[in-house]
């Protein structure tokens, strides 16, 4: 079993920045594809990026790509996500999750996830 536990959120101005990170513990990271969620209020969780074990290929969703940069560094057992340029409409609980399985956008596949971050993005 993983532990992931998700830090780095809160409050930014349109067109800022802000880096949230995922620490795993229980087993070592590198076993794992990786990805971030995140949920809106009143709104279904969806897929936001994903990296694969050993993050040489990054999957974005179209709202963000461009402006997220997910990353991970497997010997400090943490994932990364850099939001840049950021927009009221990415305000949400960012969640990462973690699969032994097949790459997947789709939430369902995630056996692992931590307990979420707030990102609000609010003048």
């Known amino acids: 079993q993983v532990q992931l536990v998700e830090t780095g959120g809160g409050l930014v101005q349109p067109g800022g920045s802000l880096s949230l990170s995922c620490a795993a513990s229980?087993?070592?990271?590198?076993?794992?594809?990786m990805a971030w969620f995140r949920q809106a209020p009143g709104k279904e969780r969806e897929f936001v990026a994903a990296?694969?074990?050993?993050?040489?290929?990054?999957s974005y969703a179209d709202s963000v790509k461009g402006r997220f940069t997910i990353s991970r560094d497997n010997a400090k057992n943490t994932v990364y996500l850099r939001m840049n340029s950021l927009k009221p409409e990415d305000t949400a609980v960012y969640y990462c999750?973690?699969?032994?399985?097949?790459?997947?956008?789709?939430?369902?596949?995630?056996?692992?996830w931590g307990q979420g971050t707030q990102v609000t993005v609010s003048s």
């Open positions: 229980g087993r070592t990271l590198s076993a794992y594809f």
């Open positions: 990296i694969s074990w050993s993050g040489g290929s990054t």
């Open positions: 999750a973690a699969t032994s399985g097949s790459p997947s956008r789709s939430e369902n596949m995630y056996r692992y």
